[in-house]
């Protein structure tokens, strides 16, 4: 009996080792996930297909960018998250610290750049276009956690 659940144990622990390797969902990683869901509240608005100052205004404001003191560049990603997620799958590039994590691809994008801060008023100007961006990815599944340029 106990050379038997020593096989089953043997047995389950293979598999679950087996599916990690494979990536075959028999256990779900974590790695990296919680950085890939900060990048989402960073950097994509996918419910908005480029934007203008009135954008960036209103974006940078909502999204807390303007707190405790106005933020003096940021990058909005206008794309639905599956085209995101599929940046993770080009041919890895460096990235800007070194690390060989980084992949890009072009994308539609909206650059808010600071022009006006007064004590209580952030203002920017917002521009709006496709351009190429660079992202670092982790995780198996690999998932864009960092915006490179």
């Avoid at 050379?3 to 622990?13: A, C, H, N, V």
């Avoid at 709006?128 to 982790?138: H, L, M, N, T």
Wanted: charged residues 20%; aromatic residues 6%; hydrophobic residues 35%.
């Amino acid at each position: 009996m106990a050379l038997q659940k020593t096989l089953s144990l043997l047995l389950l622990s293979l598999l679950t080792l087996l599916g990690l390797r494979l990536g075959l969902g028999l256990v779900q990683p974590s790695y990296g996930q919680a950085t890939y869901q900060r990048f989402l509240r960073q950097h994509v608005d996918s419910t908005w297909p480029g934007g203008n100052n009135w954008y960036c205004n209103k974006m940078m404001k909502s999204w807390r960018m303007t707190r405790p003191r106005c933020k003096q560049f940021h990058t909005f990603i206008n794309e639905d998250i599956g085209t995101i997620k599929n940046i993770c799958n080009t041919t890895n590039i460096q990235c800007r610290n070194g690390r060989m994590n980084c992949h890009a691809a072009v994308v539609r994008v909206t650059d808010c750049r600071l022009t006006t801060r007064s004590k209580q008023n952030c203002k920017y100007q917002g521009k709006s276009r496709s351009r190429r961006v660079g992202v670092a990815c982790k995780g198996n599944p690999m998932l864009p956690v960092m915006l490179d340029t």
